[in-house]
């Protein structure tokens, strides 16, 4: 009995006609600001097939936006061992979605695979991404209030140029799931509080679901430290971001109103050499609540990838995870003597001082608790620290160490110099004649 406002039996002869009608007739009504990929694999279109993309759908519609399902990819890809074919036609249309809005930073809520092709598009498209998977943000969005400021907890802890430091990442940081999921559960963890942890969250989502960061706020403890994950504001690669600037400026600004002041930048770059200059670059527009950055390890060519801890000229530290350390994979008869094995050989290059740290343990098999745990019994040497004071103790290991004997023969003389190597713990020496 209700009556047909529109029946589009015969309109369409194929999903992408459907999809630019929707870019000409209903975009134009939709929000400015947010769009929404729903991700589902369709005829012989694989994206993942992630059921939880269709659990954020409530916002979606709250929020009045766009939703379309499209392959973000034209070439082949693999996923768990299969080959998938690339689909230019979707992908020439998600670049249409993303060119029918005219401000930069357009939040692409929902998901789809590949990830990286995904990243990559709407990252050129000068957009960011904020996942979902999370049930009820509609809900959590209308209760509204002021965002948090999270707490930076510090300590005393000494620099000591002997030691390893060790610290810990979690994943997941660019997703309101998380934050809806309690961490995966591990925010509820009893051994919460009793070692340090760095819990990624993307201040973007606090500015977006406050009540939901501040649960995080009230309930931290101590131990609880924190990072921006997924670069800063919205999941994104930002070197090759057209308007990077603008994108930086704006995590900058969230930092300050609701911290951290870490940023885990993903990016997706085969060439680390001359990397410095856009990290500081990167400084340069988010100021002075950017203190640090972590990221993902590079494709850095052979002959071995390794853990780095490296500084931008302004001195501000870039501290690069192994690839046997991010996300790690463990052997599952033995998966802590693994664990240690990768450890040793992140390890291995670099005498102390130096930083290295582990990024995941959020569903998983093992959580990151376990994952301390076993990591303080196989090097009880190690200093367990949290980030924010990583950031204190990082800017304090690259230090320059100079020692001047001065020999007078004439006019001249000649000058000793010993320098602590930032990036790799080594020292080097030498001697100035002047």
């Not at 990024?359 to 303080?376: C, K, N, Q, T, W």
């Amino acid at each position: 009995g209700l009556p047909v406002v529109k029946d589009f039996r015969g309109q369409f002869s194929a999903n992408l006609d459907a999809v630019q009608w929707g870019i000409d007739t209903l975009l134009p009504l939709c929000s400015p600001s947010s769009v929404y990929s729903a991700g589902q694999s369709h005829d012989d279109i694989f994206m993942g097939g992630d059921p939880a993309i269709f659990i954020g759908v409530d916002h979606a519609v709250r929020d009045r936006m766009f939703i379309f399902n499209l392959s973000p990819t034209n070439t082949s890809f693999s996923i768990g061992g299969k080959t998938y074919p690339g689909h230019p036609a979707d992908a020439h249309m998600w670049d249409k979605v993303m060119q029918s809005f005219k401000a930069p930073l357009i939040n692409v809520f929902g998901w789809a695979e590949p990830e990286p092709a995904f990243a990559m598009r709407v990252s050129l498209a000068g957009n960011i991404i904020l996942c979902d998977g999370a049930p009820n943000l509609s809900f959590w969005a209308g209760i509204g209030g002021p965002a948090p400021k999270l707490p930076m907890h510090t300590t005393d802890v000494k620099f000591d140029s002997s030691k390893y430091y060790f610290f810990m990442q979690t994943n997941e940081a660019d997703t309101p799931k998380v934050l809806t999921a309690i961490m995966m559960g591990q925010w509820l963890d009893s051994r919460r509080g009793s070692t340090p942890i760095s819990w990624g969250v993307d201040p973007l989502l606090g500015a977006l679901f406050p009540a939901l960061l501040r649960y995080y706020a009230d309930t931290a403890t101590p131990n609880d430290h924190w990072f921006a994950g997924c670069s800063g504001s919205g999941y994104s690669y930002p070197w090759v971001m057209p308007d990077m600037d603008v994108y930086a400026q704006r995590t900058g600004k969230l930092l300050e109103a609701i911290g951290p002041n870490v940023v885990d930048i993903w990016h997706a770059v085969s060439d680390f050499s001359d990397n410095m200059t856009q990290f500081q670059e990167f400084k340069d527009n988010a100021g002075a609540s950017l203190q640090m950055f972590t990221h993902e390890h590079p494709n850095i060519p052979p002959p071995q990838p390794m853990a780095r801890n490296d500084y931008t000229p302004d001195g501000t530290p870039v501290f690069t995870t192994h690839p046997d350390l991010f996300y790690p994979d463990l052997n599952k008869t033995d998966p802590w003597g693994d664990l240690q094995r990768k450890i040793q050989v992140a390890m291995q290059p670099h005498p102390p001082p130096f930083f290295l740290f582990t990024y995941g343990f959020l569903a998983s098999p093992y959580s990151v608790f376990d994952a301390a745990y076993h990591v303080r019994q196989l090097f009880p040497r190690f200093v367990f620290v949290g980030l924010q004071d990583v950031v204190r103790l990082a800017r304090q290991a690259s230090l320059f160490e100079v020692k001047v004997n001065v020999v007078t023969a004439g006019s001249h003389f000649t000058v000793d110099v010993t320098v602590r190597n930032p990036s790799g713990g080594q020292a080097e020496e030498g001697d100035a004649g002047v």
